[in-house]
């Protein structure tokens, strides 16, 4: 069994930055790619950014060059840095991680973190 758990969140203000960090454990062997997606009030989950384990990333428009995601610690952690942050960027964060190549639709995903808030404020 894989438990994901984030932390990270948090306030953070018009155009600042806030790094999500997201660790693995148990039987992590069998975790593919990994990825964060969020989900604001009222709105669906969606897809923010994933990571191969060789290091192969993937972003949604809204956040392309302004979040960098990243996997270390022998693949069991993933970050997302957030820079430039927006308004639009307030949503629930969740990491999740697939046993497939590909973790970017929702249900290729196969492991979800319990979330983490962030909400960017003036």
């Known amino acids: 069994q894989v438990q994901l758990v984030e932390s990270g969140g948090g306030l953070v203000q018009i155009g600042g930055s806030l790094s999500l960090s997201c660790v693995a454990s148990?039987?992590?062997?069998?975790?593919?790619?990994m990825g964060w997606y969020r989900q604001a009030a009222g709105k669906q989950r969606e897809s923010v950014a994933s990571?191969?384990?060789?290091?192969?990333?993937n972003y949604s428009e809204p956040v392309k060059g302004r979040f960098t995601i990243s996997r270390h610690n022998g693949q069991t952690t993933v970050t997302l840095q957030m820079n430039s942050l927006k308004p639009e960027d307030t949503a629930v964060y969740y990491c999740?991680?697939?046993?497939?190549?590909?973790?970017?639709?929702?249900?290729?995903?196969?492991?979800w973190g319990q979330g983490t808030h962030v909400t960017v404020s003036s």
């Open positions: 148990g039987n992590t062997g069998m975790i593919n790619t």
């Open positions: 990571i191969t384990p060789d290091g192969i990333t």
């Open positions: 999740g991680a697939s046993l497939l190549r590909s973790a970017w639709a929702l249900s290729d995903v196969h492991l």
